[in-house]
C-alpha cells in the first residue's frame, strides 16, 4: 500500500483499482479549493452558485486535475475565478486534461499563459528576485515602471497601473500578500512560493528575459537583457565581458561580515544604457563612482550597503532617473544637482537634508524620509511645488521650521500618507486649511503646538479618510480624542507614550464607528472608562505598558471585557463592570 497525505487528511489508498476514490482527500481539496476560488467583491448570490457547482459538478475534475496537491488546487483555484463559471471551467478542466506533463506543471503554464499580456513581463521580473523572501511592493512597482512595463492609463498613474497588476497576482494566487495591520498599498509585502519561482526561473531564461547566476564565474551573455547575480559569497564579480543590450543589473548577496565588491570592467559604454541597478547585500565603498552620471537612461538606483556614505554630483547628470533608494546606507546628504532632476518620483533614505531650495519637482510622489537644513531650514517654497506627492517622511523637525510644513501642506492635496517626528509639529495638521482630505495614514512623534480651542476644530472634514492614526508625545487632550470619535473610517488608533496629557481615558457611546484596533502605551494613565456602546467594531485591543495603579472600568456589557479576560489575567484583575443601573444610582447618591 502507499500513503497520500492532502493537507491534514491522510488516507491509504488500496492496490485494487475500484478502490481508488477517496473521499476525506476529495473533501479536503474541494474545502481548500472553495475557500479561495471566490472573490470577496463578487456577488454573494454568484459566490454560493460557484461553492454549489463545486460541490455537485466539479469535485472529482478538481480532484482528478490537482491530485490533492495544495499548491495545485490555490493555483487552479486562482485561474477559474478569473473564468465565467460553469462554461469556461469546462473548458479548462478539458484542457488539463490534455496534457501529458505534470498536472502541477500544466497549471502553471495555463496560469502563466492565461495572463493578459501586460501583466506577465511583470510576473516575470519575479524570476530577477530572490525566492523566501519579502519583497516591498513599491520597489516591484518602481522597477516595473523603470523597465518600462508601465504605462498611464485609464486616468491612473503609472504607479497605480502597477499595483493594480500587483493586485491581479494576487487575486489569482500566484503571488501571497503578507497579512500585516492596516497599510497602504506601498506599504504592503508580497513573496512567492519556491515551485513557482522555480517555474518563472525556467521561463525566463527561455526567453532570454534574465540571465541568473549564483557563481563567480559570468559566462558571456552578449544577448541578456537583464543580469540576476543572486546568494553569492565571493567577494569579488567582474563582468568582463561586453553586454551590449544590458538594461538591469540586480544583485541579491547573503550577507557576512567580509565585504564583498562589484566590478563592471571594461564596460562603460554598455553600461550607458542600464535602466535598472539594483545592488542589495553588496560593498560598494564610502562613494559611488562619478561615472554613475555617465548612465545617463538610467530610472532606477537602488543600493545595500552599510559602507555607503557619499553620493557623488554627477547623478545630477541622470535626467531620467525616477527612483533613488538609499534607505540602507550611512547617506545623510544628496548633491544639489539630484535635487534639480525633473524627472523624480520616489526618494527613499534615511534622515536625507532636504536643501531649503530645490527644482521644480512637479513628478514627485515619495519623499521618504526627510529633514531640514539645520542652517537654513525650510520656508513656504521648498514643498509647494511637489504638488503630486503622496508620501511624506519627515525627521528631526524643529520649531521655526514648520511653518514652511504649514504652508507647503495647503497645496499637498494629494497626500496620502504624513509622517512626522520632532520637537514641534504643528496642530495644522488636523485643520480644515491643510485640506488633506485623501490622508489615510498619519503618524505624529512630537508635540503640537500653536492648537487652537479644541471645540472650534474640524477635524472630521479636514480628514474625512484618515484609516490610521498613531500619536505620540503629542499631549493632546480627552476633547481631542472625543474630536478624533468622529473620523468615520478610523480603523486604527495608537496611543503611545506621551500622546495623552490626562490621567483618566474615557471611550464615550457613539464614538469611533469603524475602529477595529486600539493601542494603548501610557505609563501615566490612572483610569480608562469604556461605555456600553463606544468601539462597537473593536477586534483588537493592547494595553501595553500601564501603571500598577491602573483601573479599567467598563460600563455596561462590552465584547471587549471578554477578550482582556481572556488574554491578560493580570489586566483582569483590575477590570470593574458597572451597569447601567449602579452608575445612576451612584450618580442619585452624589445628588
Known amino acids: 500500500m502507499t500513503t497520500t497525505q492532502v493537507g491534514k487528511f491522510c488516507h491509504k489508498k488500496p492496490n485494487h483499482p475500484s478502490h481508488n476514490r477517496t473521499v476525506p482527500a476529495e473533501i479536503a481539496t474541494t474545502e481548500l479549493f472553495q475557500q479561495r476560488v471566490c472573490r470577496e467583491e463578487s456577488n454573494p448570490e454568484y459566490n454560493e452558485a460557484v461553492k454549489n457547482g463545486v460541490r455537485n459538478d466539479y469535485q472529482q475534475d478538481i480532484f482528478d486535475t490537482t491530485q490533492g496537491l495544495p499548491l495545485a488546487i490555490v493555483l487552479l483555484s486562482g485561474l477559474l475565478r478569473t473564468k465565467e463559471y460553469p462554461v469556461e471551467w469546462k473548458a479548462v478542466f478539458e484542457h ?14 495555463l496560469c502563466f499563459d492565461d495572463l493578459p499580456y501586460d501583466i506577465k513581463s511583470c510576473f516575470l521580473y519575479f524570476a530577477a528576485l530572490p525566492t523566501n523572501m519579502l519583497i516591498e511592493a513599491q520597489d516591484l512597482v518602481c522597477m516595473w515602471m523603470a523597465e518600462g512595463f508601465l504605462r498611464p492609463k485609464e486616468g491612473l498613474t503609472m504607479e497605480k497601473v502597477g499595483y493594480r497588476y500587483l493586485k491581479e497576482l494576487i487575486a489569482r494566487h500566484l503571488i501571497n500578500l503578507e497579512p500585516m495591520d492596516e497599510n497602504t498599498p506601498e506599504e504592503e509585502l508580497v513573496t512567492i512560493q519556491s515551485k513557482v519561482h522555480a517555474f518563472l526561473q525556467i521561463e525566463a531564461q527561455q526567453v532570454n528575459f534574465v540571465e541568473i547566476h549564483n557563481s563567480d564565474d559570468i559566462p558571456p551573455l552578449s544577448a541578456a537583457r537583464r543580469l540576476s547575480l543572486q546568494n553569492r559569497m565571493e567577494k569579488y564579480a567582474a563582468l568582463a565581458n561586453p553586454m551590449p543590450k544590458l538594461r538591469s543589473i540586480l544583485s541579491n548577496f547573503e550577507k557576512e561580515e567580509t565585504s564583498k565588491e562589484y566590478d563592471v570592467a571594461d564596460e562603460d559604454q554598455e553600461a550607458k544604457f542600464l535602466r535598472v541597478i539594483n545592488l542589495q547585500g553588496l560593498e560598494v565603498g564610502d562613494k559611488l563612482p562619478n561615472e554613475i552620471g555617465d548612465v545617463v537612461h538610467l530610472q532606477y538606483l537602488a543600493v545595500t550597503s552599510c559602507s555607503l556614505k557619499e553620493i557623488p554630483p554627477s547623478v545630477g547628470r541622470l535626467s531620467s532617473l525616477q527612483t533613488l533608494d538609499v534607505r540602507d546606507t550611512e547617506v545623510k546628504e544628496l548633491p544639489v544637482p539630484f535635487w534639480e532632476i525633473g524627472t523624480l518620483r520616489h526618494v527613499f533614505g534615511h534622515r536625507l537634508i532636504l536643501p531649503k531650495r530645490v527644482g521644480d519637482l512637479k513628478n514627485l510622489q515619495t519623499l521618504d524620509t526627510v529633514k531640514p537644513d539645520d542652517k537654513y531650514g525650510w520656508d513656504r517654497n521648498t514643498l509647494s511645488k511637489m504638488i503630486q506627492l503622496r508620501s511624506l517622511f519627515i525627521w528631526e523637525l524643529s520649531k ?6 504649514v504652508s507647503a501642506l495647503k497645496k499637498l492635496k494629494y497626500l496620502v500618507t504624513l509622517t512626522i517626528h520632532g520637537d514641534s509639529i504643528p496642530s495644522a495638521v488636523f485643520s480644515t486649511k491643510t485640506s488633506l482630505r485623501r490622508l489615510e495614514v498619519m503618524e505624529l512623534d512630537g508635540m503640537l503646538i500653536d492648537m487652537p480651542c479644541v471645540e472650534d476644530m474640524d477635524i472630521k472634514s479636514c480628514l474625512p479618510n484618515l484609516l490610521l492614526l498613531s500619536l ?21 488608533l495608537t496611543l503611545d507614550g506621551g500622546s495623552y496629557k490626562d490621567e483618566q481615558l474615557v471611550f464615550s457611546a457613539g464614538g469611533f464607528h469603524s475602529l477595529r484596533r486600539l493601542t494603548v502605551d501610557l505609563e501615566e494613565l490612572k483610569k480608562l472608562e469604556i461605555h456600553e456602546s463606544a468601539l462597537p467594531k473593536l477586534a483588537d485591543l493592547d494595553i501595553l505598558i500601564h501603571s500598577n495603579d491602573l483601573n479599567i472600568v467598563i460600563l455596561g456589557k462590552n465584547d471587549v471585557v471578554e477578550k482582556l479576560l481572556h488574554e491578560d489575567k493580570i489586566l483582569s484583575k483590575k477590570i470593574q463592570r458597572t451597569t447601567r443601573s449602579e452608575r445612576t444610582a451612584r450618580r442619585i447618591g452624589v445628588e
Open 400 to 405: 521655526g521650521h514648520e511653518k514652511g510644513l
Open 96 to 109: 488539463l486534461k490534455s496534457k501529458q506533463s505534470k498536472r502541477l506543471d500544466s497549471i502553471l503554464s
Open 472 to 492: 505620540e508625545n503629542t499631549m493632546v487632550s480627552q476633547d481631542f480624542i472625543n474630536k478624533l470619535a468622529e473620523l468615520p473610517f478610523l480603523a486604527s
